[in-house]
């Protein structure tokens, strides 16, 4: 059995869950996520405590705590945002919003320019910052991951894009004789 997947969740004020068979919506203040469960899984809402559980553990248990993870994530983004740092180091890399897009002057002879997904917002704090928000976990990761890959860190100078979290292991150049 999963040890992740027996805590129950609890739903805060503002926040509605409905369950239509293995759909689930989650309504907040930051808006609504929808996800279909698998048919293994079975949530029950009893007030305002989730507790999932699966049929066949030997067969299912995988699916226990990631169901469980998943919908916790589902609650907490639409209380909370999910934000994602990233810093631009290098001489001219730099970024700025226009609209809802974002573009990065990387060191290539074009702008990058990226159109934000549906549910995210990029913030520029300054031109060496970007954040990445939005309710959705996945979405908000996998968008940050996608502004990386535009320009992925260097070990020798440490140009490029990473995460603020990060640290660039840094190579030694060439020696000379």
Known sequence: MSRIGKKPITIPEGVTVTLE???IVVKGPKGTLERDLNQNVNVKIDGNVINVTVDNDKLY??????????IANMIEGVVN??????EI??????????GNKLVMNLGYSHQVIMDAPEGITYDVPNQ??????????????????????KRPPEVYKGKGIKYDYEHIRRKEGKTGK
Do not use: C, D, P
């Open 128 to 149: 060496n910052t970007v954040i990445v928000r939005g309710i959705n976990k996945e979405v908000v990761g996998q968008t940050a991951a996608v502004v990386r890959s």
């Open 61 to 70: 248990g995988n699916l226990h705590g990631l169901t469980r993870t998943l």
């Open 81 to 86: 945002e999910f934000t994602k740092t990233l």
């Open 21 to 23: 068979g293995t759909h």
């Open 89 to 98: 180091n290098g001489v001219g890399y730099r970024a700025q919003k226009q």
